[in-house]
């Protein structure tokens, strides 16, 4: 029996709040701790590679015990117990872009960490207890270590995207995306949100009726993303000020 009886979750109540000052705390901090890694001109110091496969370990560590809470016999549901939310391989590469420092690894991190989850951040779809239930520590922890995670490689690190990153990560959606949606069609599920909207309120209620707010998504994605690359490719090409 719990030590703290757990209420039911509400957006925007006392623990999404401190949720979202510890989000803010900790971005704050990797970015500080990030820069004082790096070695210039020569990329990530030997401190940055152990911190990252830290990390990674740590992501792992956590993740994995949630992954098995949920397929315990007495939690366990086709429609939710499946690693089959674009989160839940959002973590994955989040470990490897901090275990490898590699840039496909960091381009999926990067699209999917600061646009999708940090979605599930602000519109999250938990309908459940509140903390300390085991639910709510698991969607919390998985998706501030991605979003921490893409924070940390791009403006601690200084690791940046590009437009071929850009399309590498529209690809692999694009087929996760497909088999998620035939995945659902087949066994009745709603991973993604691709065949119906989240019982909990979302941005997805702004977008109209299935399947025109998955239309919408795909569009706005791809907009925000491009949005996302341009300003660090822009830098990099700039011609050098005359003095």
Known sequence: MPLIAAGRFVAYGPSHWAVLGVFAIGCAVLVVLGRGQREPGTGPSEQAKGFGRAYALAILFVMAGTQVHTLLPQEWRIGGSLPLQLCDVAWLTAAGALWTLGRRWYALTYYWGLTLSVQGLLTPALNGGDYPDIDFLAFWGMHLMIVWAAVYLTWGL?????????????AVTVVWAAGAFVFNEI????????????????????????????????????????????????VRREPPTAR
Not at 158 to 170: E, I, L, N, T
Not at 208 to 223: D, F, K, N, Q
């Open 187 to 234: 066994a009745g599920t709603n991973y993604g949100y691709l065949n119906d909207k989240p019982t909990t309120g979302s941005a997805l209620d702004l977008l109209g009726p299935w399947p025109w707010y998955v239309l919408a998504e795909v569009v706005i994605l791809l907009a925000g993303w491009a949005a996302i690359t341009w300003p660090w490719t822009r």
């Open 158 to 170: 200084g690791m940046r995207p590009d437009w071929r990153s850009y399309r590498f990560a529209v």
